[in-house]
C-alpha cells in the first residue's frame, strides 16, 4: 500500500482548525499526528512514499457536491457534461464526491431508471458519486420500489412541484410518497415551485411577446416558490417525512424553512453559488454584443436567479451563517449556447434550465470566508461535513479523521484563481479556469483570492502542479446510508 504524509498544514474541520500533520495508508487516513511527533518514527517523512508540504495551506475534507446531473436528458437535449468530464471538472475545483440524480420517468420503471444511470457512470468517474433517484412519475410501482432503493445504497429521492407533463408530481402523489418515506428513514428532496401556476403566467408573458431570458425569471415568481415550499412542509410535517428542499433562491421560501425548523420539523434546506452571488437584473437582464438580450440564457435555471434589489442574495448568506440554510450544492447543469441554450432562442421557456459550477463551488464558496460572510470553519462544514451528514456518507465522507477516506483538499489561501473560458474567441490562452463541458463559462470574471492546491481521491493524486493525474474509473460507486442529520 501506498503511504502518503501530508505536512505542515493547518488542518481545518466544522469545528475548529489546527496544525497537524495527515498519514494516509492506501485510500483511507491512518492518523493526524501532532506536528514532529515521534509517536509512529523519528523520520516519518523519511519512511513514507509521499510527502505533500502543504506548509503556510489548509487542509480540508474533499467537497461533496449533493446535486450535480450530468448527461441528464432535458427540453429535447441533455446536459454536455458526461460523467467523464464533470467528475474531472469536479476534481479540478476540490470537490472529490458527487451525488447525482439517476431518473425515473413517468411509466418507466424506478430500477430501470436507476439501472440506465449506473450505466452512464460506471468505469467513467474520476472521483466517487452516489445518487439520489427522481421519481418523476409517483405511481404504484414507483410506491413499492422506494423502499427497495435502501438496499441500493440510494437513501434520498427527489420529487418534482413544477414541470407539469414531464416530472411533475400532485400534491396526491407527494403525499403517497412522503408517508412511504416516513416509514422507511429516506429523505424526500423537493423542487419547490409551483409548477401549474408558473405555466399560467410563462404563456401569458410570451402572449406579450415577452421572450427574452429575463421573463424566465419573472414568470417564476418567489411566490410560487415560497407556496411551494410550504406546501411540501405541511405535508412534510403531517406525514413526518424529513424534507430537503433543493435550490432554495426566495428569501420568504427560507423563512418557511426557518419556521419549520424552529417548530422542531426535520426540514432542510439547500442553497447554489449562482443564488448567492447571481441575479435577475445583472445575469438574467444581461445583454451581450454576440448574443443581446439572449445572453441571459447562460443562466437559465430554475429555481431561477432573483432579484438584487429585493436583497435575495444578501439574505442567503445570512441564512447560511445562521444554519437555517445547511448546505450549499451547485444543481450542476450545463447546457452550451449553441445549439443547446439556442432552442430557446425567441421563447424563454425552451431554453434548457441549468448552470455548470461542479468546478467552482469550493472556490466560490471560499471567497465567502476571504469576504467575511462565513467562516472558514463554516466554509467546511457546508461543502463537505453536512452534505456527508444529509446524505449518510459521514464517517467515511466529510472528514479528516482516523478510518475516513482519504479524500483531501490542500488550498491555498495566498493563491489565486482566475474563473472563466481557457481560451478565448480567437483560441487564445486567457490563464483561466474551466474544464467544464461548456461553450461559455456562466462565471466568467470571478476572481477568487484562493487556490486549489492539490486534491486527494481515497489515496491517490488527482490533481497537483496545476495538472490532471486522475483518471476515469477511479471513482467509485457510493452505497448511502440513512441521512445522520435528523433532529
Ligand atoms: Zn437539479
Known amino acids: ?14 469545528t475548529g482548525r489546527g496544525q497537524a500533520d495527515v498519514l494516509v495508508d492506501g485510500e483511507t487516513i491512518f492518523a493526524v499526528l501532532s ?7 523519528h523520520d516519518l517523512s523519511g519512511s513514507v512514499d509521499t510527502v505533500i508540504d502543504a506548509t503556510g495551506k489548509y487542509v480540508i475534507p474533499g467537497g461533496i457536491d449533493a446535486h450535480t446531473h450530468m448527461e441528464l436528458p432535458f427540453g429535447g437535449t441533455a446536459a454536455i457534461d458526461t460523467f467523464e468530464t464533470g467528475t474531472r471538472a469536479a476534481a479540478w475545483g476540490g470537490t472529490t464526491s458527487i451525488i447525482d440524480f439517476a431518473v425515473q420517468t413517468a411509466g418507466q420503471k424506478v430500477f430501470d431508471g436507476l439501472a440506465a444511470w449506473h450505466e452512464k457512470a460506471a468505469g467513467n468517474c474520476a472521483i466517487d458519486y452516489g445518487f439520489h433517484q427522481i421519481v418523476g412519475g409517483v405511481d404504484a410501482d414507483a410506491l413499492d420500489a422506494l423502499p427497495k432503493l435502501i438496499d441500493e445504497g440510494i437513501t434520498s429521492y427527489k420529487m418534482f412541484m413544477a414541470y407539469p407533463g414531464v416530472f411533475y408530481a400532485d400534491d396526491a402523489q407527494i403525499l403517497r410518497a412522503m408517508q412511504v418515506a416516513a416509514d422507511t428513514g429516506l429523505m424526500t428532496m423537493m423542487h419547490a415551485e409551483n409548477g401549474p401556476a408558473i405555466d399560467v403566467l410563462v404563456e401569458q408573458l410570451l402572449a406579450q411577446g415577452k421572450t427574452d431570458p429575463y421573463f424566465h425569471g419573472v414568470a417564476r415568481a418567489w411566490q410560487m416558490e415560497e407556496e411551494a415550499t410550504h406546501r411540501a412542509i405541511m405535508l412534510a410535517n403531517l406525514t413526518g417525512a424529513p ?22 420539523q426535520n426540514v432542510f434546506g439547500e442553497t447554489c453559488p449562482q443564488y448567492l452571488y447571481l441575479s435577475l437584473e445583472e445575469q438574467l437582464g444581461a445583454v451581450s454584443e454576440k448574443y443581446g438580450a ?16 429585493e436583497g435575495h442574495q444578501d439574505h442567503m448568506w445570512q441564512s447560511l ?20 441554450k439556442e432552442l430557446g432562442l425567441g421563447n424563454f421557456s425552451k431554453i434548457p434550465n441549468g448552470i455548470g459550477s461542479v468546478e467552482h463551488r469550493m472556490d466560490l464558496m471560499y471567497q465567502g470566508v476571504v469576504t467575511g460572510q462565513i467562516t472558514l470553519e463554516r466554509w467546511v462544514e457546508i461543502t ?17 479523521a482516523p478510518g475516513a477516506d482519504a479524500d483531501i483538499v490542500v488550498y491555498d489561501p495566498n493563491g489565486h484563481t482566475s474563473i472563466g473560458m481557457d481560451v478565448d474567441d480567437d483560441g487564445n490562452p486567457t490563464g483561466k479556469k474551466h474544464h ?19 486534491v486527494i481521491s481515497r489515496g491517490s493524486v488527482v490533481i497537483q502542479d496545476d495538472a490532471y493525474h486522475g483518471r476515469a474509473g477511479h471513482g467509485q460507486y457510493l452505497r448511502r446510508g440513512l441521512s445522520q442529520y435528523l433532529v
Open 35 to 41: 506536528p514532529g511527533s515521534t509517536l509512529l518514527g
Open 436 to 454: 467544464m463541458n461548456m461553450d461559455h463559462a456562466a462565471w466568467e470574471g470571478f476572481e477568487i483570492d484562493g487556490k486549489v492546491d492539490t
Open 243 to 264: 424534507l430537503y428542499v433543493v435550490h432554495v433562491s426566495a428569501k420568504q421560501a427560507v423563512e418557511q424553512l426557518a419556521a419549520a425548523r424552529d417548530h422542531g
Open 1 to 14: 500500500m501506498t503511504t502518503t504524509l501530508i505536512t505542515g498544514g493547518t488542518v481545518v474541520s466544522a
Open 294 to 309: 439572449f445572453e441571459g440564457a447562460k443562466w437559465v435555471c430554475s429555481t431561477p436567479l432573483r432579484s438584487k434589489a
Open 321 to 340: 451563517r445562521t444554519n437555517d440554510i445547511q448546505m450549499v450544492s451547485t444543481d450542476h447543469c450545463p447546457f452550451c449556447m449553441k445549439d443547446q
Open 384 to 400: 463537505s461535513t453536512t452534505p456527508a451528514r444529509m446524505f449518510g456518507l459521514y464517517g467515511k465522507k466529510g472528514v479528516i
